[in-house]
Antibody, heavy 118, light 111 residues
Framework: EVQLVESGGGLVQPGGSLRLSCAGSGFTFSASWLSWVRQAPGKGLEWVANIKQDGSDKYYMDSVKGRFTISRDNAKNSLYLQMNSLRAEDTAVYYC???????????WGQGTLVTVSS | QSALTQPASVSGSPGQSITISCTGSSSDVGGYNYVSWYQQHPGKAPKLMIYDVSNRPSGVSNRFSGSKSGNTASLTISGLQAEDEADYYCSSYTTSSNRYVFGTGTKVTVL
């Protein structure tokens, strides 16, 4: 059974930093692209970033470029999102998900909530 | 990159069919057959229902079907059931730097 389990969310002040983690199991982690997708409270889904199997290619949504960094450790079957210079508008549930070649996401974690507030 | 446009809500009685539209542009929905649909129950993660416009993943009921015409994609739910009550989001590849774009979301209510 494919599982993606996020952790690391919490309350952080504006301008602060947070690192999210996602542990994968039940599939060949090192052979999969991986994404972070977020959802602000009561709002829709928004793709944040994704990373190639070996970490050599990374893509970000415009509003997080220069502030967020996606990375992975295939030896630990783990995906990360380092979030710096956080803003109130970054408040959301952050999901780890597996993208497929047809630009869809077939497996999703349960999400971790990030709240940016003073 | 603006979100794809979906109706805010759609409702139907048990057994009926409903259709949710998803309108984009030639840079996303209209230009590529990379449209997918997700179902999300309150407090839960999204679940893939349709990919590549009209393909169903294993385990998804054949009551769910997808199609596309021009810049508008559609999700049809036939034989509506109480368990279908949820939010639904479309998604597409986009030529913008953001690569993926999601729809505004549609709340489906089973009357």
């Amino acid at each position: 059974e494919v599982q993606l389990v996020e952790s690391g969310g919490g309350l952080v002040q504006p301008g602060g930093s947070l690192r999210l983690s996602c542990a994968g199991s039940g599939f060949t982690f090192s052979a999969s692209w991986l994404s972070w997708v977020r959802q602000a409270p009561g709002k829709g889904l928004e793709w944040v970033a994704n990373i190639k199997q070996d970490g050599s290619d990374k893509y970000y949504m415009d509003s997080v470029k220069g502030r967020f960094t996606i990375s992975r450790d295939n030896a630990k079957n783990s995906l990360y999102l380092q979030m710096n210079s956080l803003r109130a508008e970054d408040t959301a549930v952050y999901y780890c998900a597996r993208p497929r070649p047809g630009y869809y996401h077939d497996y999703w974690g349960q999400g971790t909530l990030v709240t940016v507030s003073s | 990159q603006s979100a794809l446009t979906q109706p805010a809500s759609v409702s139907g009685s048990p057994g009926q069919s409903i259709t949710i539209s998803c309108t984009g542009s030639s840079s996303d929905v209209g230009g590529y057959n990379y449209v997918s649909w997700y179902q999300q129950h309150p407090g839960k993660a999204p679940k893939l229902m349709i990919y590549d416009v009209s393909n169903r993943p294993s385990g998804v009921s054949n009551r769910f079907s997808g199609s596309k015409s021009g810049n508008t994609a559609s999700l049809t739910i036939s034989g509506l059931q109480a368990e279908d009550e949820a939010d639904y989001y479309c998604s597409s590849y986009t030529t913008s730097s953001n690569r993926y774009v999601f729809g505004t979301g549609t709340k489906v209510t089973v009357l």
